[in-house]
Nanobody, 123 residues
Framework: VQLQASGGGLVQAGGSLRLSCAAS????????MGWFRQAPGTEREFVAT????????YYADSVKGRFTISRDNARNTAHLQMNSLKPEDTAVYYC?????????????????WGQGTQVTVSS
């Protein structure tokens, strides 16, 4: 599956952004999807993941209650709604797909990656 992330941009602290991940291929609905982020000089970190059916979601503690992951299997898309953004949320955000069963929190568990979209939150 090929993935393309979009929707990043510059926003003030407290604002919102909605990231999208468009997937090609008819097997999208068989993959769990995840969002990761990477700030300069840091390792790529887990943000959120959603099961293939959309029935289960998991979040990093740092974004719980502010971010919402969702998916639309009919449209081969996944989304990350980000509210109450903070300067520390600034990073390149990546969407990824995994065939690993159960919640996958580590980047190496994801076989397919989008190109990343920059999110910058100003204070």
């Amino acid at each position: 599956v090929q993935l393309q992330a979009s929707g990043g941009g510059l926003v003030q602290a407290g604002g919102s952004l909605r990231l999208s991940c468009a997937a090609s291929g008819r097997t999208f609905s068989t993959y769990d999807m995840g969002w990761f982020r990477q700030a300069p000089g840091t390792e790529r970190e887990f943000v959120a993941t959603i099961s293939w059916s959309g029935g289960s979601t998991y979040y990093a503690d740092s974004v719980k209650g502010r971010f919402t992951i969702s998916r639309d299997n009919a449209r081969n898309t996944a989304h990350l709604q980000m509210n109450s953004l903070k300067p520390e949320d600034t990073a390149v955000y990546y969407c990824a797909a995994t065939g690993v069963s159960g919640p996958a929190y580590r980047a190496y568990e994801y076989a397919f990656w989008g190109q990343g979209t920059q999110v910058t939150v100003s204070s």
